[in-house]
Antibody, heavy 127, light 108 residues
């Protein structure tokens, strides 16, 4: 069974960049779709963005100007960068594998529910 | 963006009872693409239901989803001790993909 593990600094200074990595085991990241989600006391669960098998990313408009998601297939990892952080970015950050289905032509298509999740990593933004 | 409102906020029931959790969307959920998750403290959230009524692999048959349009329901037919947790709905039909605020299912 696929397993995901988030890693990265637990404390980030305001205005700096938050960087997290998700390491996937039990399967390859190639051929699948991956996502970052966060949970803060003030806003609940919030989808941050996806990265597709093609390497193209799709982001929540509320954070689009500050977010970048990338992947490293050689390490079986994908990463999140969130720039210019403030206290409002304090949250538990989760990585997840996105659901998919096969269309009538046999191609996989993204189906934006979150099938497998990591346990999350808490990031606090504070000076 | 679609706002999802879950009710009740907290549901107190006993093992063996039936649980009914609601999720109401601020606008029609495209293709009824609504998912449900179970979340226990310190654990990864677990997918239960997607596309309103399709059970994820390995999910017991006591969990069922129903609904369409803007009103959706997660039913747990007969509560087991391990079912007490927080449950979230999520619409996966239109970006940005949004979640409800959760229903806490606690032991009475």
């Amino acid at each position: 069974q696929v397993q995901l593990q988030e890693s990265g600094p637990g404390l980030v200074r305001p205005s700096e960049t938050l960087s997290l990595t998700c390491t996937v085991s039990g399967g390859s990241i190639s051929g699948y779709y991956w996502s970052w989600i966060r949970q803060s006391p003030g806003k609940g669960l919030e989808w941050i963005g996806n990265i597709y098998d093609s390497g193209i990313s799709n982001y929540n408009p509320s954070m689009k100007s500050r977010v970048s998601i990338s992947r490293d297939t050689s390490k079986n990892q994908f990463s999140l960068n969130l720039s210019s952080v403030t206290a409002a970015d304090t949250a538990m950050y989760y990585c997840a594998r996105v659901g998919y289905y096969y269309d009538s032509s046999g191609y996989s298509r993204i189906w934006n529910y979150f099938h497998y999740w990591g346990q999350g990593t808490l990031v606090t933004v504070s000076s | 963006e679609i706002v999802l409102t879950q009710s009740p906020g907290t549901l107190s029931l006993s093992p063996g009872e039936r649980a009914t959790l609601s999720c109401t969307a601020s606008q029609t959920v495209s293709n009824n693409y609504l998912a449900w998750y179970q979340h226990k403290p310190g654990q990864a959230p677990r997918l239960l239901i997607y596309a309103a009524s399709d059970r994820a692999t390995g999910i017991p048959a006591r969990f069922s989803g129903s609904g369409s349009g803007t009103d959706f329901t997660l039913t747990i037919s007969r509560l087991e001790p391990e079912d007490f947790a927080v449950y979230y709905c999520q619409q996966h039909g239109a970006s940005p993909y949004t979640f409800g605020q959760g229903t806490r299912l606690e032991i009475k």
